[in-house]
């Protein structure tokens, strides 16, 4: 027999449990959002599909049901308004029992652009609810507000997928740009925010075996919580693209340093 003792396979530890209530809002969401949304076509559909509608009284809703040969027992408006408002609830309510599931193991965090977490899911899901809309409003027939929605949607959608591009890049760099220290020489704020984060401009020294070896001006959305460390003679740890020393991240998960004024 081998000498060689086997040890038993190391269990990895289990994600916490899911709440009951994230699962049941996922699956209503699941169900209810495309059910809603066709409902959605239909009503509007027959709402633009017709001759122009003037009444007042307790009797409107039943005459511009048959003007619009709308048999179904509830009324057309009352239709419209709740399958409208109801997929955009239905779709919140499946992101909400989203969110609740436990991290996976490999989930990866931001760390290049933490001020981005979460914006780029945000627009893109908003863009997407904008862009159903539109499609809704084209398919009763009008073109402008599907227009109006479907433009607004749309780039809602592309800036949510630039921002995430613009962040996986720089997690990126981050593990394969090459080590340095940046010497803060200048802040100033661009008057911009981003989630009540600010955008700031810093003009750094790039630093390598204590040896300066160029400025660079670097801007970004930093979180409220980092904005202590950006102090005239701090040091940032960054990673520099070895094909262009323009583009560096900061290691944020790294604390700075001050120089040595003795």
């Not at 904008?130 to 800036?159: C, P, Q």
């Not at 090459?178 to 020294?205: C, F, H, K, Y």
Request: proline share 8%; charged share 20%; net charge neutral.
């Amino acid at each position: 027999m081998s000498d060689v003792e086997l040890t038993p396979p190391v269990r990895p530890l289990l994600p916490p449990m899911r709440r009951t209530s994230s699962i049941v809002a996922e699956y209503a969401g699941v169900i209810l959002t495309p059910v809603l949304f066709v409902a959605m076509l239909i009503s509007l559909r027959h709402v633009f599909d017709g001759p122009n509608w003037e009444c007042s009284g307790d009797g409107c809703l039943e005459e511009f049901d048959r003007l619009r040969g709308w048999s179904f027992p509830i009324p057309l408006f009352v239709m419209m308004f709740v399958s409208t408002f109801g997929f955009v609830a239905s779709l919140l309510l499946y992101l909400w029992g989203r969110s609740g599931r436990p991290p996976s193991f490999d989930a990866k965090q931001r760390r290049g652009r933490p001020a981005l977490t979460g914006v780029p899911r945000t627009l893109s899901w908003v863009g997407l609810l904008e862009l159903s809309l539109a499609v809704a409003f084209a398919f009763a027939g009008s073109w402008l507000t599907a227009g109006i929605l479907g433009a607004v949607g749309f780039g809602l959608f592309i800036s949510g997928r630039a921002i995430a591009a613009k962040a996986a890049s720089a997690d990126r760099l981050l593990e394969t740009g090459a080590s340095a220290v940046a010497e803060i020489t200048d802040v100033q704020r661009t008057g911009s925010e981003m989630n009540g984060n600010p955008s700031m401009r810093l003009t750094l020294t790039i630093i390598q075996d204590d040896v300066p070896l160029f400025a660079v001006v670097h801007k970004e959305y930093v979180p409220q919580h980092y904005l202590g460390r950006l102090q005239v003679g701090a040091r940032l740890p960054v990673k520099i693209d070895p094909l262009d020393s323009n583009n560096l991240v900061i290691e944020w998960d790294r604390r700075p340093t001050t120089p040595n004024l003795a």
